[in-house]
């Protein structure tokens, strides 16, 4: 039993003997053994004599027994006690066995009959400590025989390092009749081994009768290894304890809710003391906007015994708001009911911010963003699909694919779902139209992925209509820029060629092209990179942009650009198309500019000296910031930057923010190209504000030992402006064919009419009079139409 009474350890002899089960007595008052008992009383006068006994009746059977308390100590302090019962003999009634001059104790039979059924050891010594006596008990508790035992003395069996301590302790006893010392050492066992024992020798050397030391002992090795064993596991769950405080949320609470404890992590995120919520309600935390039918399905999950789990938002002291995930574990007494709950808590309130973010940008951004099953029915769409498509979220995930993209697309769309499903890649981009709730139609590009979640695809859609028009309409541009077309069908062989193609390659309108025939305009190295490229295409590689020397049909020999792309039907490509511009200028300017590059490379004064004296506008800068590292005299001319000013800025800054992108793109796209590269034609803008329109051709170099890129400008500003001059000389000169063929030939016809008439008549003086008018009249009309055409065709 522990001070309290409580019993701690119960054997399998005491189950018997009074008839209780451990899981019955465990932890309980040792009161419940007996009907009638003065056990506290009794507990208290063990501090003062060596032990205490009584007749008292068991609870269960009801059968007077004998009982004996004695202190046991552990650690040096009395804090526990050791309960001994035994059956009295038939008829024998002792009495109350409490005083300790009741010739009951000194009864030498029923002395002897106790010890010797006792399950602890009892040994008596005289006063040299040699052996007289030996219980059942202690033979096998130590493993020696009466007959090996008798010729030790008690210091023979002791452990070396416990021998002084069990010296000291006996010379002191012998100084005291009648008292008892308690004592822990190690005593040797008959195998060799040592074994733990704990002690109460008693100095009866004084009692007629016993003449005796009297020493009551038990083996505590299992106990010994019971509390290493425990020590072990209390650590270890100290260290589980310590690794869940720093980890997780934790609230005990009674079975009522009201808090018991909660650990450091709780104060922190909620800014309570313990003091603050010991008692306190544990509901009076959660964020009250949850409906009561939630708070009650918790409590009756905990009724029951069932774990809870959730996700709960709480409200902390200062009132702001953290969200914890929560495991909710009711512990049950014996009957099944809770008699308190723990709840181990995780804060999750930053992944629930970014969840809500996530939210709140799914509903803000301006594409349809939706789910889509393998059944192409839609499960779940983004606010934006009302103003793209004029659908609620509601109307369209009641739709599947098929009810709205266009019917033209639609066997294409299943047949490139199919694809998709069945094929290893787990994204995939595309473009189609839709039919839009008014009826009209739309063109959408998608990037679909796989969803973790089996049968789930997860799309997004951008509205590319205006874009669509915008390549039509580039196509109008391109045959104004003198850019032709081409088409190649691979399963036949057949080319197709723009008027533009065939005039920019010097062959008859009546050419008849086929791919076998490449051979005439191309040398083998042209030929081996175009046909790659087409290749490349037809087996569903990227478009291609190849820039190739060709001979024309005159025996020209130019440098044209090549772009091209494949179309697709059920994973064939049907056709390889695209378009061809004349390059040669820029080109052989370029392959100066390589020249000079290679030059520049390999000697440094006579890079300077060409860098510097070059006529147009040149700079270097640095491949990975962007950063001007050198500037020639034509750029700082062009741009009207000092060279200070140049060196402390980079391209971006010289770009406007509207084409940051494009550059970023463009600046990926030439790492791929360690040599040459032509990027297109980009926007700069001048000191001044003046935007410009610029061709740059850049190379790759080393400078100063940094990765860089050598850049001529190709101020193409003019050239554009007077294509535009061109088209409005166009459009003028189409009005003007207009008037001739409508305003001027109405006076003409008149005129022509009254000529006819003069000669196939013969009018009077008076008619001739009046027709000569009439033709005097509509000269002077048509002289003012000349007038307006000729104003017209000079203005501006």
Not at 438 to 453: F, T, Y
Not at 464 to 474: D, F, M, P, S
Not at 523 to 535: T, Y
Request: aromatic share 10%.
């Amino acid at each position: 039993m522990n001070q309290q009474g409580e019993v701690i350890n119960w054997n399998t002899g005491a189950a018997r003997f009074f008839g209780f089960e451990p899981a019955e007595v465990l932890g309980m008052p040792a009161d419940i053994l007996f009907s009638q008992s003065q056990l506290a009383q009794a507990l208290l006068s063990t501090h003062s004599r060596p032990f205490y006994q009584a007749e008292w009746q068991l609870a269960r059977g009801g059968e007077m027994v004998l009982v004996k308390l004695q202190l046991i100590t552990t650690n040096g302090e009395g804090d526990s006690y050791a309960l001994l019962g035994q059956s009295l003999s038939g008829g024998y009634k002792p009495g109350n066995a409490s005083d300790a001059d009741s010739p009951f104790l000194y009864n030498e039979s029923l002395f002897r009959q106790l010890i010797e059924h006792s399950h602890s050891g009892i040994s008596l010594f005289d006063s040299r400590l040699n052996f007289i006596y030996r219980s059942p008990s202690a033979a096998r508790i130590t493993g020696f025989k009466d007959t090996q035992r008798a010729v030790l003395t008690v210091y023979e069996t002791v452990h070396p390092e416990d021998l002084a301590h069990v010296k000291a302790v006996l010379n002191d006893l012998m100084l005291f009749p009648g008292q008892s010392r308690q004592c822990h050492f190690r005593c040797q066992h008959a195998d060799g081994h040592f074994i733990h024992l704990d002690c109460i020798f008693t100095n009866w050397l004084d009692e007629p009768g016993i003449r005796a030391i009297v020493l009551n002992f038990h083996d505590v090795i299992e106990t010994k290894l019971s509390e290493t064993k425990l020590d072990g596991m209390m650590q270890e769950l100290s260290a589980y304890q310590y690794a869940l405080d720093e980890a997780a949320i934790v609230v005990v609470t009674d079975r009522f809710g009201s808090i018991t404890h909660v650990n450091d992590y709780f104060c922190r995120i909620s800014g309570y003391s313990r003091e603050e919520v010991l008692g306190m309600d544990h509901q009076l935390l959660i964020y009250n906007h949850y409906p009561k039918a939630f708070l009650k399905n918790i409590r009756h999950n905990l009724a029951m015994g069932k774990i809870w789990r959730g996700d709960i938002r709480n409200r902390a002291k200062d009132k702001s708001f953290y969200w914890v995930t929560t495991t909710i574990v009711p512990f049950l007494n014996p009957d099944g009911k809770p008699y308190r709950h723990i709840a181990i808590c995780y804060d999750i309130t930053a992944g629930k911010q970014a969840e809500e973010e996530l939210q709140r940008l799914f509903e803000s951004v301006p594409d349809i963003v939706c789910t889509v099953g393998t059944n192409r029915r839609f499960r779940w769409v983004n606010p934006a699909v009302r103003n793209i498509l004029g659908y609620t979220e509601d109307e369209f995930v009641q739709k599947t694919i098929d009810e709205l993209i266009h019917p033209a697309d639609r066997e294409v769309s299943r047949h490139r779902m199919k694809r998709f499903i069945e094929a290893e890649i787990d994204t995939h981009s595309f473009e189609n139209r839709y039919i839009k709730k008014d009826g009209s139609v739309i063109n959408l590009a998608w990037s679909v992925r796989k969803s973790p979640e089996e049968g789930i695809h997860f799309c997004i859609a951008r509205d590319i209509t205006e874009k669509k028009q915008l390549e039509e309409l580039l196509h109008k541009t391109n045959e104004l820029a003198h850019i032709g077309s081409w088409a190649l069908y691979p399963q036949t062989g057949n080319v197709f060629w723009s008027d533009i193609t065939r005039e920019l390659l010097e062959v008859a309108p009546d050419y008849d092209m086929q791919w076998h025939m490449a051979d005439i305009f191309c040398g083998p190295e042209s030929l081996n990179k175009i046909n790659g490229s087409i290749d490349d295409v037809i087996n569903g590689g990227d478009p291609f942009n190849i820039e190739i020397e060709v001979r024309t049909g005159g025996g020209k020999m130019i440098w044209v650009s090549i772009l091209g792309e494949g179309k697709f039907d059920g994973g064939v490509c049907t056709q390889v198309y695209g378009t061809v511009q004349d390059i040669d200028i820029q080109k052989r300017a370029q392959l100066k500019l390589q020249e000079q590059a290679e030059e520049l490379a390999a000697s440094g004064q006579r890079y300077g000296e060409l860098f510097h004296m070059n006529p147009l506008p040149m700079f270097v800068f640095d491949a990975d910031t962007l950063a001007f590292m050198d500037i020639n005299s034509a750029a700082i001319k062009q741009y009207g930057y000092s060279r200070e000013e140049f060196l402390s800025m980079t391209l971006r800054e010289i770009r406007p923010a509207g084409e940051v992108d494009r550059l970023n793109r463009a600046v990926e796209e030439r790492r791929l190209h360690n040599h040459l590269f032509r990027p297109g034609v980009f926007t700069h803008l001048k000191k001044n504000g003046e935007a410009i329109q610029v061709e740059i051709v850049s190379s790759a170099l080393q400078y100063h030992e940094r990765p860089a890129r050598l850049a001529l400008v190709l101020d193409v500003t003019e050239r554009n402006r007077q294509v535009a001059e061109i088209e409005a000389q166009n459009k003028k000169l189409r009005e003007i064919s207009w008037m001739q063929s409508h305003i001027v030939r109405a006076p003409l016809s008149r005129i022509m009419g009254l000529v006819n008439l003069l000669h196939d008549t013969n009018p009077n003086n008076k008619e001739i009079a009046e027709i000569t008018g009439y033709i005097q009249l509509s000269a002077k009309e048509l002289d003012q139409v000349i007038q307006n055409i000729t104003d017209s065709a000079f203005s501006n």
